[in-house]
């Protein structure tokens, strides 16, 4: 059962379906009707992607032609904007491999960029050698009308720091999910996300994060402002294995929902086989506090305004953990785009 | 200025105000007095058109422009300015930014010209000294973490940096120690102006020693029920609200 045989064979049953547990609120079974055809490959000059400034090395998968292999050496340090392309109304998937040798360094700047009613899968594998160091940072701008999933596979080794924050704001139907094998062994982890959606949008951040030994840290923090029919999905576990003592890991996810119409569905997980362990989790999903807008408004800021300051402020708590300053900054703006009026 | 006549309003369904009438003519402060409860804080947020604050019967306006009529944001740039008397915390929003999207707000709303950054610095260093208040707190996100008595002095701030013609102060003085009523009553005090009026609410005489009213107000029961001079802060401080309460 997966997307990318669903895609190969022009299959719908082998899509994932609500009755999967783990897709329930990402139903692809009774959305897509018919495959479509494969995608043609890209036509025209997609342009600069937002990243490219600080990027040492672009890399581009459109219409999920090529297969992107990154090799970071040892000791070295690499910036790479990943261009993820998707257009007209075909399925397509894309395959990117990703490996750090000891005490490598990756600023990985990845985009979803999509015009049309596609169908887009796209694989990722992550692995990390010991001491390695990546932060992934993720915009997903998919189209309005594009069915996108992003599975990503990342492989922590002892010592090893991964952080990732990945924006979105959706899609017809979009999941991003990141799933991480954690060795403990004082690697570190920090998995964060935010989306913005709007009109009919549909996005599911979905983490696993499996702690199989000892001294391992994870730290999560989601936050989510949705609006008018769109419909926002949360799925985070931590798997705590039998003898992964002193595991460090929280997990937050925040969300506002600005519309009755709007929908939040969060499952966070801690699963705990072990005994020495400090593991705490939150989870909000509300409406955006009525009393501070009104105090922002009676300093003069019109209603949309007001709103637009405080959600701002609100996910700014999740942008302001991006290491990267350039990057911080842009992103700051690429958030602050979709929530003003 | 002011002129709010026979005002009702209700919260969730219970009439707080039953009738209030008052005037505060330009370059007039008023103070207004009442026991706890009397609809003081419903008043004030009446005229600043806080949602759940439902208006029943009466008029309110301010130079002869209808106020009830207007959004919170239009009043505002209108020049309504009101101190909280809890104010409320913004997480994530550090001061400056509050104050410059809120005047630039205000600015853009009468049709003038954004602050420049390099003027609107300029405008809080200086107001922010007067006010003894550390620059360096208006990095920190709003009223977050700040005391009781440093959320008052962060509201007469915001209204000096704002520079409103008709101020409502809802019990300002409360939490501020004997310094700093005396630094926020300086701050209110340079407002004063025959443009501009002032509501002053309080429970004590003692701020009404530093900011002098021209008239006094006794609220009690959603009603103005007695209206003096200076003199009758005095009078009420000696007395209590006793015989008004059975007057309303
Ligand atoms: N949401 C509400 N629902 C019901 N009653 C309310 C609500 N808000 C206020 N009230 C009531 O309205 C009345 C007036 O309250 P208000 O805050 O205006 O009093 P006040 O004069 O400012 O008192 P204080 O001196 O204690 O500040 C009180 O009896 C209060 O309990
Ligand atoms: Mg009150």
């Known amino acids: 059962m997966s997307l990318t045989s669903a895609i190969r064979d022009r299959d719908v049953a082998q899509l994932p379906s609500r009755r999967d547990e783990d897709w329930r609120w990402t139903d692809l079974r009774g959305l897509i009707r018919i495959l479509p055809q494969p995608s043609p490959p890209f036509a025209g000059d997609p342009g600069a992607g937002v990243f490219d400034p600080l990027a040492t090395q672009v890399v581009t998968l459109a219409n999920g032609r090529g297969e992107a292999v990154i090799y970071v050496p040892a000791g070295e340090t690499a910036w790479v904007a990943l261009r993820i392309l998707s257009q007209g109304d075909g399925a397509h998937a894309a395959r990117v491999s990703i490996t750090l040798a000891d005490g490598a360094r990756l600023h990985l700047f990845e985009t979803y960029e999509g015009e049309g009613g596609y169908v887009a899968q796209t694989s990722l594998a992550l692995t990390l050698g010991e001491g390695a160091g990546v932060e992934r940072i993720v915009l997903a701008a998919d189209s309005a009308g594009g069915v996108s999933i992003s599975q990503a596979e990342v492989t922590l080794s002892p010592k090893s720091e991964f952080a990732q924050t990945v924006l979105t704001c959706g899609g017809r139907r979009q999941r991003i999910e990141t799933r991480v094998a954690h060795p403990g062994g004082h690697a570190s982890l920090r998995l964060d996300g935010v989306y913005l959606l709007a009109d009919k949008a549909h996005a599911d951040l979905t983490t696993v994060v499996t702690h199989a030994g000892v001294d391992g840290l994870t730290e999560q923090l989601t936050k989510g402002v949705v609006r008018d029919q769109a419909r926002g999905v949360f799925q985070g576990r931590i798997v705590v294995r039998e003898g992964a003592d002193r595991t460090d890991a929280k997990m937050g996810h925040h969300a506002l929902i600005l519309s009755d119409r709007a929908e939040v569905d969060a499952k966070p997980e801690l699963e705990i086989y072990a005994d020495d362990v400090a593991c705490a989790h939150g989870n909000t999903v509300g409406a955006l506090d009525e009393d501070a807008m009104f105090y922002a408004r009676q300093r003069g800021m019109p209603e949309a305004d007001a709103r637009a300051l405080l959600t701002e402020a609100f996910v700014g708590q999740v942008i302001d953990r991006i290491d990267h300053n350039e990057a911080r900054d842009l992103v700051r703006g690429w958030a602050a785009e979709r929530l003003r009026p | ?248």
């Open chain 2, 1 to 248: 200025m002011l002129k709010v006549t026979n005002l009702h309003a209700e919260v969730d369904g219970k009439e707080i105000l039953k009738g209030l009438s008052l005037e505060v003519p330009a370059g007039e402060v008023h103070a207004i007095m009442g026991p706890n409860g009397a609809g003081k804080s419903t008043l004030s947020y009446v005229l600043t058109g806080r949602d759940g604050y439902e208006v029943t019967g009466g008029t309110a306006t301010l130079d002869g422009e209808d106020l009830l009529a207007l959004a919170p944001d239009v009043r505002a740039a209108r020049g309504v300015f009101l101190s909280f008397q809890y104010p409320l915390e913004i997480p994530g929003v550090p001061a400056l930014t509050f104050i410059r999207t809120a005047l630039n707000a205000q600015r853009r709303a009468r049709g003038e010209a954004e602050i420049t950054a390099p003027a609107f610095l300029k405008l809080a260093r200086e107001k922010a000294q007067a006010l003894k208040i550390d620059f360096d707190m208006l990095k920190r996100a709003l009223n977050v973490g700040f005391s009781g008595g440093e959320k008052k002095r962060m509201e007469i701030l915001q209204m000096a940096m704002l520079s409103p013609r008709f101020l409502i102060l809802d019990e300002t003085d409360s939490g501020l120690d004997i310094d700093a009523l005396r630094i926020v009553s300086d701050g209110v005090n340079a407002l004063r102006g025959p443009d501009r009026a002032m509501l002053v609410i309080t429970h004590y005489q003692r701020l009404l020693d530093y900011i002098k009213p021209d008239r006094v107000h006794v609220l009690a029961g959603g009603r103005i029920v007695a209206s003096g001079g200076p003199e009758l802060a005095h009078e009420l401080e000696a007395n209590g609200y006793e015989r008004y309460e059975q007057a309303a």
